[in-house]
């Protein structure tokens, strides 16, 4: 009888990782780092309660590190078969994980020349080197195309609208006893976002984990493009930089697609867009490199070089000389840099820099984790402390919540009603406490399913075959 266990993203939004183990093969459901507060981090260093040696697959639903940033470090613990993972998805990696090799290794060493060093020395998680490493590992598998990836461990992709790649997992576990179905989210995208394609919807399954970043909220019913657009001409008016937080992959190719949009339309004018992150440049070469993952307006727009896709007077800064000289800029301006929750990378130093200055505007874009510097500045905070050093915050904060990569509570709602049958018992996970248990009262208010909110570490045994009392179809959100 096969089990599966909560190994991350269960109780909180990051560390995705979810062990399912057969009678015939153990597989890894995501890889991911654990991302925010000092003891969730610190969670990335304990050694796992399995042998990474034992497994005998890993499969990825998408790119983003708290999904499939620990398998460096899982491949230097002794993992050396195959990861599987879409097309899309295995090319972002190979620009994702090598950069957060790099920068795990550029952070231990700027803390081991500071005196607030916990750790003398640090140490970093996996370099650059481990992670080139891991992507010999991958296995691209294209999306509805079926894959034994273990004995008796059949998977087959379907997209999910996140970013590039992102797909949601439906796993076939055949077993003495029977067949089991279970079906992943994985990190699920908005219906009607632009560029990618809405989230496929899946007939059936057994069980079902579902994702809960927005579980307790839903966007708001004002166009995001039109309050990007009021940020930017107040940013504007007092002449000051807007700085805004961005994930390398997906969230900054939208921005760069909106802003473009705004600047024809007339509701913004042309100004400078910096785009300081080398990996964003390579994320847009890739994004265009997979246009059979475009909707049909995006197709349109993105044919030729893609120059639609991003401002007309747009600068990227890929060197660490480019990235300081933006310091000197007075603005009116446009800096995107990563990371989109200001956990690391070079947004950390632009918000030392602008921080302090009334005239400048941090805007986000995308939910914020909690304890991370994003999440303190949304919550407004007026000092943060960055690189050991207390900043004050005189900027403006923003934030434009439409823009989030993820399906709010109505839009997962509506997901789970495109399944034919009940489950036999669904999920609730990566998401924070108040947010899962919302969307778990819904469904089992809304749908009537057997629904459960797992904690990290828990393992539940998964009965093979249809739940047998789901006789009518699932009802509609």
């Known amino acids: 009888m096969a089990t599966i266990r909560f190994l991350g993203a269960a109780g909180d939004v990051t560390g995705s990782k979810y062990l399912i183990q057969t009678d015939k093969a153990t597989v890894l459901v995501d890889c991911g780092l654990f991302q925010g507060g000092r003891a969730l981090r610190d969670r990335n260093y304990q050694a796992p309660d399995f042998k990474p040696s034992e497994i005998d697959a890993v499969v990825l639903t998408h790119a983003h590190l708290d999904h499939s940033g620990y398998l460096p470090r899982l491949v230097v613990d002794g993992y050396g078969r195959k990861v599987f993972a879409t097309p899309g998805t295995c090319d972002l990696l190979s620009i994702l994980l090598p950069d957060s090799g790099f ?3 550029e952070d231990a060493a700027y803390a081991n020349r500071k005196a607030w060093s ?32 273990a004995p ?6 379907h997209p999910a609208g996140h970013i590039i790649g992102s797909a949601i997992v439906v796993m076939e576990l055949a077993e003495r006893t029977g067949k089991t179905v279970v079906a992943f989210s994985g990190d699920l995208g908005r219906s009607g976002a632009p560029i990618l394609k809405d989230p496929a919807r899946i007939p059936r399954a057994d069980y079902v984990l579902v994702e809960s970043t927005y579980g307790d909220r839903l966007h708001p019913e004002t166009p995001p493009e039109a309050e990007l657009a009021r940020v930017v001409r107040e940013s504007v008016r007092k002449g000051g930089m807007l700085v805004i937080p961005a994930f390398a992959v997906g969230r900054t190719q939208e921005l760069l697609y909106v802003l473009r949009e705004l600047e024809d339309r007339g ?110 500045l949304v919550d407004g905070a007026q000092v943060v402390r960055i690189h050991g050093q207390e900043v004050p915050v005189r900027a403006r904060i923003e934030r434009v919540d439409g823009f989030s990569a993820h399906a709010d509570q ?51 045994v998964l009965q093979a075959g249809e739940n047998p009392a789901a006789e009518r179809p699932a009802a509609k959100a």
Request: with cysteine.
């Open 103 to 105: 920068l795990q290794e």
């Open 118 to 149: 916990r750790h003398r020395p640090a140490k970093a998680l996996y370099t650059m080197l481990d992670a080139q490493r891991a992507l010999r590992h991958l296995r691209p598998v294209p999306y509805l195309t079926p894959r034994e990836v």
């Open 152 to 157: 008796g461990v059949t998977v087959t992709f």
């Open 267 to 376: 509701e913004i004018p042309e100004l400078p867009v910096h785009v300081d992150s080398p990996m964003a440049v390579d994320a847009t070469q890739i994004t265009l490199a997979h246009a059979e993952e475009f909707d049909r307006e995006a197709r349109e727009r993105l044919r030729g070089n893609g120059e639609a896709l991003m401002p007309r007077r747009i600068r990227f800064a890929r060197s660490s000389d480019q990235s300081r000289a933006l310091n000197a800029l007075e603005g009116p301006g446009i800096i995107l840099s990563a990371s989109g929750m200001c956990t690391g990378g070079r947004i950390k130093h632009h918000l030392a820099r602008r921080l302090p200055e009334e005239r400048n505007t941090v805007c986000f874009v995308g939910f914020q984790a909690a304890q991370t510097k994003g999440r303190q």
């Open 410 to 460: 109505r839009q997962l709602l509506a997901w789970l009603g495109g399944f034919e049958r009940a489950p036999r018992r669904a999920f609730v996970v990566h998401g924070e406490p108040e947010a899962s248990q919302a969307l778990c009262e819904r469904i089992r208010e809304d749908l009537g399913w057997k629904i459960h909110v797992p904690a990290w570490g828990e393992a539940v």
